[in-house]
């Protein structure tokens, strides 16, 4: 029974006991005689060993079906590559949600804390101020008693 061989897209050569056909040479003769054989088909058959080759139809559905492969490849590879994307966008989202919750509970607590410091601070300075008018009072009220006191000796 006779082989049959799919043409693969790139450039070939075929050599079969001794008969040798490029892929060129096959497209050319294809194209001015195999048409219209008497038993109907697009082949090319070599004589010594009845090696049957594609014809260009043949050749052109399998060159179509090996594309549709390595596209239906391609497109695969691509949905995985997008949902690994996607899985890492969102996980990477949820880091920066998780970081600016974060940053925002970090800038609350610094201003909750800054405002405490001022806060203590003007509570401090009060203070300070008070206890100042007491001395100054304190000194003020000496002062008067030891003024007073060697005009009343008189």
């Not at 790139?10 to 294809?30: F, K």
Request: aromatic share 4%.
């Amino acid at each position: 029974s006779p082989l049959s061989t799919s043409a693969p897209c790139l450039p070939y050569i075929l050599s079969v006991n001794g008969n040798t056909i490029s892929s060129d040479e096959y497209s050319a003769h294809s194209k001015s005689h195999s048409r219209g054989r008497s038993d109907g088909s697009d082949q090319i058959v070599l004589p010594s060993n009845g090696l049957r080759l594609p014809s260009p139809a043949e050749s052109t559905q399998s060159h179509s079906s090996f594309r549709e492969e390595e596209l239906e490849g391609e497109i695969k590879r691509l949905k995985k590559e997008l949902e690994t994307n996607l899985k890492e966008n969102y996980k990477l989202r949820l880091d920066r949600k998780d970081m600016d919750n974060e940053l925002h509970e970090l800038t609350e607590s610094l201003f909750v804390e800054a405002n405490k410091m001022v806060n203590e601070a003007k509570r401090n300075q009060k203070n300070a101020e008070k206890r100042l008018e007491e001395a100054l009072l304190q000194v003020s009220n000496s002062f008067n008693d030891v003024v007073i006191a060697p005009s009343s000796v008189k």
